[in-house]
Every structure is written in C-alpha cells, then in structure tokens.
C-alpha cells in the first residue's frame, strides 16, 4: 500500500534539505536584511506617526481647553457689554426725563409769567377803558347838569358850602 508518490525517497530529502539550507544562506544575505530594515523603518515611521497622533491629540485638547476659556471670556465680555449699554440706556433715560421735567417745568413757568403779564395788561387796559367811560359819563353828566345858569350856580354854592365844612 505504500505508493511511490506519497513518499519521497531519501535522496529526494536530502537534496531538498541542501537546495533550502542555501536558500535561507541566500535570503539571510541578500534578502533578510532589507526586509527587516525595511520593517524596522516601517516600525519607526508608524510610531513616529503614533507619537505624532498623540502630540496632535494633546495639542487638540489644549486648543480646545483655550477655545472653551476664549469662548467664556467673550461671553463674559458680552455680557459685560450688554450690562453697560443697559445702564447707558437707563442713565440717557434718566436724563431725558429729567431734561423734559425741567423743561416743562420752565415752559411752565414762563407761561405762568406770560399769564401774570397778560392779565395785568389786560387789568390796565379795563381800568383805562373804564376811566375813559367814566369820564366820558361824567362829562355828558356835567354837559346835561351844567346846561342851564340855574343848575351851574347850583353847583357852585355846593361846593362852596361843602368847603367850608372841611
């Protein structure tokens, strides 16, 4: 049951053993070398690559930490901000109110001493409308009372007698 084909005679072995001996001699030479420079390299660039990643990674955070306090300080200074243009606004407010009571206060005033002016005026002028009516009166009077020499003597003798009296 031993058939030709599955096992190999011993000269076969042998030769086979000498042809890989010469060539891992061969590879080691030639070819070992490169491969595990190269592999070495390899090793090197992607832990320099890791290295790198973990610096990268490290700065992110750190940029991220300086973002986050940049962030919070802009808000702060809005914040900030907002706060003073609030006062600003109540403090203009303030101001124009106060500006506007004493302005109505003075438009006030002034119309008071207009008022007070008008009605002395218009007081002096009723009083010399009133003299004028009154002269006016006291002269038709005179006129009508005085017309005749009966009535003038009259008045005469009684303003005589009344001086006397006094």
Do not use: C, H
């Amino acid at each position: 049951m031993d058939s030709p084909l599955l096992t190999p005679g011993t000269g076969l072995i042998v030769w086979q053993a000498i042809i890989f001996i010469l060539l891992v001699i061969f590879l080691g030479k030639f070819a070992w070398k490169p491969i595990l420079s190269s592999l070495n390299e390899r090793e090197t660039s992607i832990q320099q690559a890791l290295d790198q990643a973990e610096k990268a990674k490290l700065e992110m955070a750190s940029l991220k930490a300086d973002n986050e306090k940049l962030l919070r300080e802009a808000r702060d200074e809005r914040d900030k901000i907002l706060r003073d243009a609030r006062e600003a606004a109540s403090r203009f407010s303030e101001q124009a109110q106060a500006e506007a009571r004493k302005s109505a206060d003075r438009i006030l005033e002034e119309a008071k001493a207009a008022i007070q002016i008008e009605k002395q005026a218009a007081l002096r002028d009723v009083r010399e409308q009133v003299a004028t009516f009154s002269l006016q009166v006291a002269e038709k009077l005179m006129k009508k009372n005085l017309a005749d020499d009966k009535s003038q003597k009259e008045l005469i003798n009684s303003y005589i007698s009344d001086l006397k009296l006094n």
